[in-house]
């Protein structure tokens, strides 16, 4: 099939702004926009009505998926078929499946804790995979909010493509400033564990998880800085046996979490 209004230059607005944005964090926050690629998380922001500006499929994608996508409600977004060499060209995976979407960044909401609420804490992160799985299994377990203070940005390609598309399911608030952080649970009464590997730390699986919880995870080879574990509640460590002293921050995340559901929070 032939598309006469088919995008083919590489030079079209629409294919220079996704580029500025799939390529520098400077453009995604100086537009307030980001991109997305793939059909799950591009479905998964239709469903969850996120604010998507321009959807974009190759030709091949057109053909392939477009009845499906264009059931959805798309009237503030301007949908563009594009040349599949285009695709290609845009495209941040090897393999690309040709569906690609510019999404506003939501506005900063205050942080609204509860009595039990759950919270996890990315401290310092910098490896996008992990803090995109980490998103995805707080997502998976129920966790009520997830909180980044001095980690990667969470509006990469890398990170968003990682969540899955929970990052449009989840209450994410980014606070890079500590004490903000610290004063923001104190306010609220919620207990806060920093996840370290230190001897007097408190094994997990001894704690209790009544009421509000926080639990910080820090930077994947250096952890949480001293004098940052030193401001929470408590210490606490995952219990391990044989010459493993340390995890994957996000198994660590994962393993953690799940403590935090598996216990009443009252």
Request: include cysteine; charge should be negative; aromatic fraction near 6%.
């Amino acid at each position: 099939m032939v598309l006469e209004n088919m995008i083919t230059s590489k030079d079209n607005p629409v294919i220079k702004l996704y580029q500025k944005l799939s390529s520098s964090k400077k453009e995604r926050f100086e537009y307030g926009l980001f991109v997305l690629e793939g059909l799950r998380i591009v479905e998964d922001a239709l469903r969850e009505e996120a604010p998507i500006t321009h959807l974009l499929l190759t030709h091949q994608a057109y053909e392939k998926f477009g009845e499906k996508l264009l059931q959805a409600d798309l009237r503030d977004t301007r949908t563009l078929v594009i040349s599949n060499e285009l695709g290609n060209r845009i495209s941040s995976t090897e393999k690309t499946q040709g569906v690609f979407a510019v999404c506003r960044i939501p506005a900063e909401k205050k942080p609204v804790l509860s009595a039990d609420g759950r919270y996890i804490v990315l401290y310092g992160l910098q490896d996008p995979g992990n803090v995109g799985m980490i998103i995805r299994t707080a997502d998976a377990l129920g966790i009520d909010s997830v909180f980044m203070c001095g980690s990667c940005e969470l509006y990469s390609p890398k990170v968003i493509r990682s969540t899955m598309g929970s990052v449009f399911r989840s209450d994410i608030h980014i606070i890079s400033d500590t004490d903000e952080l610290f004063r923001i649970f104190s306010e609220a009464g919620t207990v806060t564990s920093a996840a370290v590997i230190d001897s007097d730390a408190l094994p997990v699986t001894e704690c209790s998880f009544t009421g509000g919880q926080a639990v910080f995870i820090g930077n994947e080879g250096n952890g949480l800085p001293p004098e940052v574990a030193e401001r929470c509640t408590r210490k606490i460590i995952i219990p391990m046996q044989g010459n493993i002293n340390s995890l994957n921050a996000a198994m660590a995340a994962g393993i953690l979490m799940w403590e935090l559901r598996r216990q009443p929070q009252d």
